[in-house]
């Protein structure tokens, strides 16, 4: 496909057949994906179709951008042979006077360069589409009816030529995309049965172990069952930074390995690996339709039929009713016809939608559909959530302050002796903390954990308590001994987790989960774009106060529960207009929602966060989300251009046509091959968008 009202047309017959549910063609992958009734409808009735409309199905890409440029590629052979012969006519007609040389040569031309355009325009006529190429057929037949053969030549010439050169533009596009597919080995080395075989990536099972050679990719999705490594992640994850890999840790097929041999435990099937859903999702994309490709197809959808009227009343009126000579205004009716083609303003949203997308994908920043690229560019608040976005989602024991004769050695292995059995997020920070001081922790007993506030154990013979100090209030311990601790510790915004028993405090310890390294960079970032940014968070104010001072957040909430941060998110889309709610993807479902924008950040591995979110970063660098919304504003603002391009230079066409300023070639060379390669190059600009 050439053009996007190939798809266009391709989809208005696929779905007239019989079964057929749903279609989707997309122009950018050339792809078509059809849901039908298989006891209806089956591969071969598609086939014939798309046959009757000129088009072959390929397993190959016929249309690789690094193999264009040659004998095998047709339609080019075709051009260059129609240019060759025009080129021959003209120099026969206005050098030699030859019309014994310059006829055969100018009807050469017109036959070996619109053999595709009739093909095509006929395949059109019978399913009662108008398009490019049954305009082009008018015009050519209509030029050479007035003797015109230099005209009819060189549109033929020129609009073959342009289709070839949108369809190698349109290759580059697709090769960007599918240079995707590329990281991924075709083959594994695979250990089986005693032995290390080589196999083809389809063919690798779940529970398969990859053998991964320093300096060579990682064929599989998996785990690490042996060896140490460090693995550039940023095919998947656009992070430079090669990412630690050891014994228990994730791999993705794609990325490459260090210097370190690496054994991989399979996790995922080829065709679920990371990268297959980066793919897939990219290809899907073309379906989120941006508020500029609906608004640029209502305008072709009355554009084309108004100017070929005006160009059948421009033929006819003026002779009619004027006197005027009807070979000149026909000619010029000619001329509006050749204009009335939408195609290079029906393709200057998509190409620039499909381009923006691979290359957000690319760089680790996945756009659900060019609907979401254009909103995220024209957000004008960010509302971020605190833990595992802000913050490293790793709290630290910061403190350990030992009370009434014990040591902070004593305390820790209390707490963590208790803490134990906890799957609470602070409790792993206590573990976490004992192992890395080398503190024992014992096995207690009579394990009962109070949700949200603490837990109570019997240890050694008596019964203690961790947890918050409310929870130690409502188990009526005196606070008295650690108050002044307490409420200096509260007021710098660290968590405070209290050890005691039921008559004695024995020890306070301070939490902290430290803000991100680049957390302060980004908000300042958003900010010097101009967006508001907010914190929502569910823990304590305190703690939500200090974050929101480091990262340089002036206004937050705290102890919000899922519902009171969807209401906070709709009261800050009324207050400052349309807002980007980042967070974990997950825990954070219902305010992404409901945000114009929903950003989960880090979910490469992340089926379900995948899903949920309208974009998704795939590494946990939070830069990515400075990218992603520069990249959705560079994308707004080239997809303005463009529009704005076509436009202009259609219509400007369209006036200059009726005074006769404009001639055939300059309507195809101008209105047609030069706007849509200037529009696909200023495109192609956002795949290599840094």
């Not at 709290?395 to 002796?417: F, M, Q, T």
């Not at 792993?428 to 080398?438: P, S």
């Not at 301070?510 to 823990?539: C, F, H, Y």
Request: contains cysteine.
């Amino acid at each position: 496909m050439d053009c996007i009202e190939c798809a266009k047309k391709i989809e208005k017959a696929v779905k007239s057949i019989d079964g057929v549910r749903s279609v989707r063609v997309s122009y950018a992958m050339g792809k078509l994906n059809v849901e039908a009734d298989r006891n209806k409808v089956s591969q071969e009735d598609i086939n014939k179709v798309l046959d009757r409309l000129g088009y072959k199905v390929r397993e190959d890409d016929d249309l690789d951008a690094n193999a264009f440029f040659s004998f095998k590629n047709r339609r080019l052979v075709a051009a260059a042979v129609s240019g060759a012969f025009f080129a021959v006519g003209v120099i026969s007609e206005f050098l030699l006077h030859e019309p014994y040389l310059y006829y055969p040569a100018y009807i050469i031309a017109i036959l070996v360069g619109g053999y595709y355009i009739v093909r095509r325009g006929i395949a059109s006529v019978r399913e009662r589409y108008l398009d490019m190429n049954v305009l082009m057929i008018v015009a050519v037949i209509g030029a050479v009816l007035i003797q015109a053969w230099e005209e009819a030549a060189s549109i033929v010439f020129l609009f073959s030529l342009a289709e070839v050169l949108e369809s190698f533009s349109v290759a580059r596009t697709r090769r960007s995309i599918t240079e995707l597919i590329d990281f991924t080995p075709r083959q594994a080395l695979i250990h089986r049965d005693g032995k290390d075989v080589l196999v083809d990536v389809t063919d690798v099972s779940i529970g398969d172990v990859a053998i991964v050679k320093p300096g060579q990719r990682v064929p599989v999705d998996g785990e690490v069952v042996s060896g140490e490594s460090h693995v550039d992640e940023s095919a998947i994850t656009g992070e430079s930074v090669p990412a630690a890999k050891a014994v228990g840790d994730g791999v993705f097929g794609g990325t490459l390995n260090g210097s370190g041999a690496l054994e991989v435990r399979v996790t995922k099937r080829y065709e679920d690996n990371m990268i297959s859903k980066i793919i897939q999702l990219v290809e899907e994309a073309e379906a989120a339709k941006s508020p500029s490709e609906r608004f640029v197809d209502r305008f072709a959808r009355w554009y084309t039929p108004a100017v070929v009227g005006l160009a059948a009343l421009v033929m006819v009126v003026p002779a009619l009713f004027f006197g005027q000579p009807f070979e000149e205004w026909f000619y010029r009716g000619l001329v509006l016809l050749v204009i009335s083609c939408p195609c290079a303003l029906v393709i200057s949203t998509p190409v620039s939608v499909v381009s923006a997308i691979s290359g957000g994908a690319r760089r680790g920043v996945l756009y659900k559909g060019g609907l979401f690229l254009e909103r995220m560019g024209s957000v004008s608040a960010v509302a971020f959530d605190k833990t595992g976005t802000l913050t490293q989602g790793r709290p630290r024991v910061e403190e350990v302050i030992p009370y009434n004769n014990y040591s902070a050695h004593e305390v820790l292995k209390i707490a963590a002796s208790a803490e134990n059995r906890s799957e609470h997020h602070l409790a792993r920070a206590i573990i976490d903390k004992a192992r890395e001081e080398n503190v024992p922790i014992e096995k207690a007993q009579s394990f009962m954990a109070f949700s949200g506030k603490g837990v109570a154990v019997v240890f050694q013979e008596r019964r203690v308590f961790a947890g918050s100090p409310q929870f130690f209030e409502e188990m009526g311990v005196d606070l008295s001994s650690c108050r002044k601790d307490l409420e200096e510790r509260s007021a710098l915004g660290r968590t405070v987790i209290l050890v005691g028993a039921e008559e004695e405090i024995i020890g306070l310890m301070t939490i902290r989960d430290q803000p991100r390294p680049e957390a302060k960079e980004v908000v300042s970032g958003l900010k010097a774009m101009g967006l508001k940014v907010v914190m929502l968070t569910g823990d304590d104010p305190k703690v939500a106060e200090g974050i929101a001072r480091e990262v340089g957040i002036e206004e937050y909430r705290a102890r919000l529960l899922p519902q009171d941060k969807v209401a906070a998110i709709e009261e800050y889309r009324s207050k400052y207009g349309p807002t980007l709610m980042v967070g974990d993807g997950v825990n954070d479902a219902p305010a992404l929602a409901k945000a114009e924008v929903g950003v989960a950040m880090g979910v490469a591995g992340t089926d379900v966060a995948l899903e949920a979110a309208d974009v998704a970063l795939m590494g946990d660098d939070l830069r990515t989300l400075l990218y992603g919304v520069r990249m959705s504003r560079k994308a707004r603002s080239v997809i303005k251009e463009n529009i704005a391009a076509a436009l202009i230079i259609k219509l400007a066409l369209t006036v200059l046509a009726l005074p006769g300023f404009v001639t055939l070639w300059m309507a195809i060379l101008i209105g047609d091959l030069g706007v849509s390669l200037a529009v696909i190059s200023n495109a192609l600009r956002l795949n290599r968008f840094r």
